[in-house]
């Protein structure tokens, strides 16, 4: 008798090295490892992965064309400063695209799967708004808005909404003190919830639209009523 034929193991592509530097790169960027503005340095960052220049080379080069990294002519590649102006074109694109994506789930239906993942981060979003941890409320925020771009199936939809998530992260120091004074932030995400599954696409495309139009203009109000930096 002839032995049973083994199934074959599903092939699980391997990272390049390039794609392991650019994504431990990106996620210190993120997190306050490289600050805004500091200058990256080929040979240093080399070394500090123990490996040649090539693959840092090409996560810089990755980093700058996802928004994180600018390379300029004197300066070299530095970390982006993102300004309130840079947020507030962020809060406008990610709804551009968040719309897009609420149109099609509007018309193939909501997954039991995403209502059931942005109720978690309502209820993730409302207990980091009761311990005031902004940094928690920012990460709850985010990821309810990414489920739902996820959510509509998309690979190039979802790369871009990641890519204007990783920068308005990079912007956390700024968009804190926007988050301080949304004191409706959880009511407004527990009505996109609703709404989502309502089928009232009107309205809901109408409470997205004053969604990030409210977070804009605290934006513009903690702009305007900080105190002018020093000369």
């Not at 599903?10 to 210190?28: D, F, G, N």
């Not at 209502?115 to 993730?124: K, S, Y």
């Not at 926007?178 to 009511?187: A, H, M, P, Q, W």
């Amino acid at each position: 008798m002839s032995e049973p034929r083994r199934r074959a193991e599903p092939h699980v592509p391997k990272r390049t090295l390039s794609a392991v530097v650019t994504s431990q790169i990106r996620e210190r960027i993120i997190s306050g490892g490289y600050p805004p503005g500091s200058q990256m340095n080929e040979v240093e960052i080399a070394a500090g992965f123990a490996t040649s220049r090539g693959p840092v080379r090409e996560a810089l080069q990755r980093l700058a064309q996802e928004g994180l990294l600018v390379a300029s002519p004197h300066k070299g590649i530095t970390v982006r400063v993102l300004t309130d102006d840079d947020l507030e074109d962020l809060y406008f694109a990610r709804a551009a695209i968040e719309r897009a994506a609420m149109e099609r789930l509007t018309a193939r239906g909501t997954p039991a799967a995403l209502i059931a993942t942005l109720e978690q981060a309502v209820r993730l979003l409302a207990l980091a708004v009761a311990r005031q941890d902004w940094q928690k409320v920012s990460a709850a925020d985010l990821g309810f808005h990414q489920a739902i771009v996820d959510a509509a199936r998309s690979e190039r939809l979802s790369a871009m909404y990641a890519s204007l998530a990783d920068q308005t992260r990079l912007g956390l120091n700024l968009l804190v003190a926007t988050y301080k004074g949304r004191t409706d932030l959880v009511e407004e995400h527990e009505q996109l919830l609703k709404l989502l599954t309502s089928g009232d696409h009107a309205a809901l495309f109408d409470a997205l639209n004053r969604h990030f139009g409210d977070a804009m203009i605290t934006l513009r109000d903690h702009r305007d009523n900080s105190p002018a930096p020093r000369v």
